[in-house]
């Protein structure tokens, strides 16, 4: 790497309450790697005093600000691709590391096609774990990512893929994320675009990983949840799943989905779910951003001389590989 150390990337929205808690450890962990290091907060115009507190408390934080409010993906990508160093960790404003949580990650990194590695996830109060390596599967045309996993013995050498890097938490290579355009902004204000950019990832032909030793604690979605309506939270969630399918699946498994969800819109219809077919508006009008998404990825793959991916394969490649060891799995 050339300019080997790490860059904090923190997307903030009126995360006050919860900055002493997470900068603190945070700095510990940093400084236990023995590596440069920067920490980037970037605040999508919160209305609490987020802003200040970090003037007053943490000077040598570089401090960008939104304008506006512009959901995870627009404002993280602001750091992003600020960031000056090999290793970029994108940290939720609701994440809280271990001391040690950095050290036993650098070493996935000896391998050239690794994209990136989460650690594991545990509640804020507890050692229950909330999330760990995620498991792919398909459910008719539907990718699915409910299932979590982890080596039944965990050791210190294990290399658990993960289909996509937790976007609280993922460590990942600065160049190779430049190189994907950082987190789409289809996808925001929230949701899935961790998936979709590991996905991406995966495509290109690069590796995301799990590291079971690398722990800390989350508060689930504090931020979205002081924001947003279960409803509107729910409809943005649907329709970034659509998202999703539309940009990475190929032709022939698109007409398979397509038929698929049209089963699922007469179902919700009978059932007068009105969110699900909101989803569906919210998806349809923003048709033509789905197709640029894919001509982009289509392009990079060729400007870098690679062929993408198919996504079954993808998925179905990681889930023989997860199924022939013993893992313990649980629904997120």
């Known amino acids: 790497?050339?300019?080997?150390?790490?860059?904090?990337?923190?997307?903030?929205?009126?995360?006050?309450?919860?900055?002493?808690?997470?900068?603190?450890?945070?700095?510990?962990?940093?400084?236990?790697?023995?590596?440069?290091?920067?920490?980037?907060?970037?605040?999508?115009?919160?209305?609490?005093?987020?802003?200040?507190?970090?003037?007053?408390?943490?000077?040598?934080?570089?401090?960008?600000?939104?304008?506006?409010?512009?959901?995870?993906?627009?404002?993280?990508?602001?750091?992003?691709?600020?960031?000056?160093?090999?290793?970029?960790?994108?940290?939720?404003?609701?994440?809280?590391?271990?001391?040690?949580?950095?050290?036993?990650?650098?070493?996935?990194?000896?391998?050239?096609?690794?994209?990136?590695?989460?650690?594991?996830?545990?509640?804020?109060?507890?050692?229950?774990?909330?999330?760990a390596a995620k498991y792919p599967y398909f459910q008719g045309a539907k990718i699915k990512t409910n299932k979590n996993y982890y080596a039944e013995t965990p050791q210190p050498n294990d290399r658990l893929y993960s289909i996509y890097l937790s976007g609280a938490n993922a460590f990942v290579d600065r160049k190779k994320i430049i190189e994907l355009m950082g987190f789409n902004e289809l996808f925001a204000p929230f949701y899935v675009e961790d998936f979709e950019l590991s996905l991406r990832a995966w495509r290109m032909g690069w590796k995301c990983y799990y590291e079971h030793h690398a722990v800390c604690y989350h508060k689930t979605s504090v931020t979205i949840k002081k924001k947003k309506s279960k409803n509107y939270i729910r409809q943005i969630y649907n329709r970034n799943k659509f998202f999703l399918h539309a940009i990475h699946l190929n032709s022939f498994q698109l007409a398979q989905w397509f038929i698929q969800l049209f089963f699922e819109m007469l179902f919700n219809i009978l059932k007068l779910n009105i969110g699900f077919l909101k989803s569906f508006y919210l998806f349809a009008r923003e048709i033509k951003k789905v197709s640029k998404s894919r001509k982009e990825l289509a392009m990079l793959a060729i400007k870098n001389k690679v062929e993408l991916l198919d996504t079954k394969l993808v998925v179905q490649t990681l889930k023989n590989k997860i199924d022939s060891f013993k893992t313990i799995k649980f629904t997120a």
Not at 32 to 47: F, G, M, Q, R, W
Not at 78 to 100: C, P, Q, S, W
């Open 1 to 131: 790497m050339d300019n080997k150390g790490i860059s904090v990337v923190i997307p903030n929205f009126n995360g006050r309450e919860l900055l002493p808690e997470i900068l603190p450890p945070l700095f510990i962990a940093l400084k236990a790697t023995n590596l440069s290091y920067e920490v980037i907060v970037c605040d999508d115009c919160s209305k609490d005093d987020s802003i200040n507190y970090i003037l007053s408390n943490f000077p040598e934080i570089h401090l960008l600000k939104q304008e506006t409010n512009k959901g995870f993906s627009p404002t993280v990508n602001k750091g992003i691709f600020a960031a000056r160093y090999d290793y970029v960790f994108v940290m939720n404003n609701d994440l809280k590391v271990t001391e040690h949580y950095f050290n036993p990650l650098f070493k996935y990194f000896e391998d050239e096609k690794t994209f990136g590695v989460m650690g594991r996830i545990n509640e804020w109060d507890t050692d229950t774990i909330q999330d």
